[in-house]
């Protein structure tokens, strides 16, 4: 491993400042952290969150100056989630104790996910402070998904769909996923978490990606992974609320308000709360209503 990694990372210039919470963010730009000359990019473009991956993106060998470069790229004024490696790698261990306390850090993505102690360990050597997204990529993570949301330290789920198919064989069909998906959203609510964030889509057809990105919006999934940053204007557009929906809950909030809050029926509650959601989504991601 090279020893000057530290001393050449490139520092964090013009990057924008992330408005959009992490809780409802819609797009998630995993980036390999083997191309520190591209974080910058990377955290100037339309992805509502980075991810720089020290996991799956790096071969094994570069694993150390990998996190090394990322983590002189946020002691240097960046900002980004981290994807880590899985608890029984060999890297785990190292990845937690680098980046403890690191400023710039805004939580990291623990990959390969299988139960609520992983999670819970992850937080406690972290500092106890940092959030844990749990990445979930094979059927024994989706089984316990109830109880890893539940895990102290648990921030948001993530679906690896990738090695979810690979582990069970399953396709990569809508109807093949739906369980896992629903699976996760289920979780989710049960753990009190925001939604869930979907798996990539792989390749450049941008027409599939609208597509896939509109089932999991159908599944109640709220954000999605990206793996480049031409899939983010796709993903945050339809992940968010159409300018009718938010004509909708304009116009339903305004009649409610000039009732006096008042409850006529069993409907006016579910599309209350339905109403409240979409306007608070709007003003976050900046959609006005259809005229």
Same mark, same amino acid.
């Given at each position: 491993?090279?020893?000057?990694?530290?001393? &050449?990372?490139?520092?964090?210039?013009?990057?924008?400042?992330?408005?959009?919470?992490?809780?409802?963010?819609?797009?998630?730009?995993?980036?390999?952290?083997?191309?520190?000359?591209?974080?910058?990019?990377?955290?100037?473009? +339309?992805?509502?969150?980075?991810?720089?991956?020290?996991?799956?993106?790096?071969?094994?060998?570069?694993?150390?100056?990998?996190? &090394?470069?990322?983590?002189?790229?946020?002691?240097?004024?960046?900002?980004?989630?981290?994807?880590?490696?899985?608890?029984?790698?060999?890297?785990?261990?190292?990845?937690?104790?680098?980046?403890?306390?690191?400023?710039?850090?805004?939580?990291?993505?623990?990959?390969?996910?299988?139960?609520?102690?992983?999670?819970?360990?992850?937080?406690?050597?972290?500092?106890?402070?940092? !959030?844990?997204?749990?990445?979930?990529?094979?059927?024994?993570?989706?089984?316990?998904?109830?109880?890893?949301? !539940?895990?102290?330290?648990?921030?948001?789920?993530?679906?690896?769909?990738? %090695?979810?198919?690979?582990?069970?064989?399953?396709?990569?069909? +809508?109807?093949?996923?739906?369980?896992?998906?629903?699976?996760?959203?289920?979780?989710?609510?049960?753990?009190?978490?925001?939604?869930?964030?979907?798996?990539?889509?792989?390749?450049?057809?941008?027409?599939?990606?609208?597509?896939?990105?509109?089932? &999991?919006?159908?599944?109640?999934?709220?954000?999605?992974?990206?793996?480049?940053?031409?899939? &983010?204007?796709?993903?945050?557009?339809?992940?968010?609320?159409?300018?009718?929906?938010?004509?909708?809950?304009?116009?339903?909030?305004? %009649?409610?308000?000039?009732?006096?809050?008042?409850?006529?029926?069993?409907? %006016?509650?579910?599309?209350?709360?339905?109403?409240?959601?979409?306007?608070?989504?709007?003003?976050?991601?900046?959609?006005?209503?259809?005229?």
């Amino acid at each position: 491993m090279s020893s000057t990694v530290g001393n &050449t990372a490139p520092p964090a210039n013009n990057v924008r400042s992330r408005n959009i919470p992490a809780d409802i963010a819609r797009s998630w730009l995993l980036v390999p952290a083997t191309k520190p000359e591209i974080f910058d990019d990377a955290a100037s473009s +339309r992805a509502d969150a980075i991810v720089l991956d020290i996991e799956d993106a790096v071969d094994p060998v570069n694993k150390p100056s990998a996190r &090394t470069a990322v983590i002189d790229w946020l002691r240097n004024g960046g900002q980004a989630w981290v994807r880590i490696n899985d608890v029984h790698s060999d890297f785990w261990a190292d990845d937690v104790a680098g980046l403890r306390n690191v400023p710039g850090l805004l939580g990291v993505m623990l990959a390969k996910t299988e139960n609520a102690e992983q999670v819970k360990e992850t937080y406690h050597r972290l500092d106890g402070k940092s !959030r844990v997204l749990a990445l979930v990529e094979s059927a024994v993570g989706i089984e316990e998904a109830n109880h890893i949301a !539940r895990a102290e330290g648990a921030f948001r789920l993530a679906f690896g769909s990738g %090695d979810f198919r690979r582990d069970t064989g399953m396709s990569a069909d +809508r109807e093949a996923m739906a369980y896992p998906r629903a699976k996760l959203v289920v979780a989710s609510r049960v753990g009190n978490l925001p939604g869930p964030i979907d798996g990539p889509t792989v390749g450049t057809n941008h027409p599939i990606l609208r597509e896939q990105s509109a089932i &999991t919006v159908a599944m109640g999934m709220t954000g999605k992974l990206c793996l480049a940053t031409d899939q &983010t204007t796709i993903i945050n557009e339809v992940i968010s609320p159409t300018p009718t929906d938010v004509a909708w809950a304009s116009d339903f909030m305004a %009649d409610f308000d000039a009732r006096g809050g008042v409850i006529r029926d069993g409907s %006016d509650l579910p599309r209350l709360g339905r109403a409240e959601k979409i306007i608070k989504l709007a003003v976050a991601f900046g959609v006005q209503p259809a005229v």
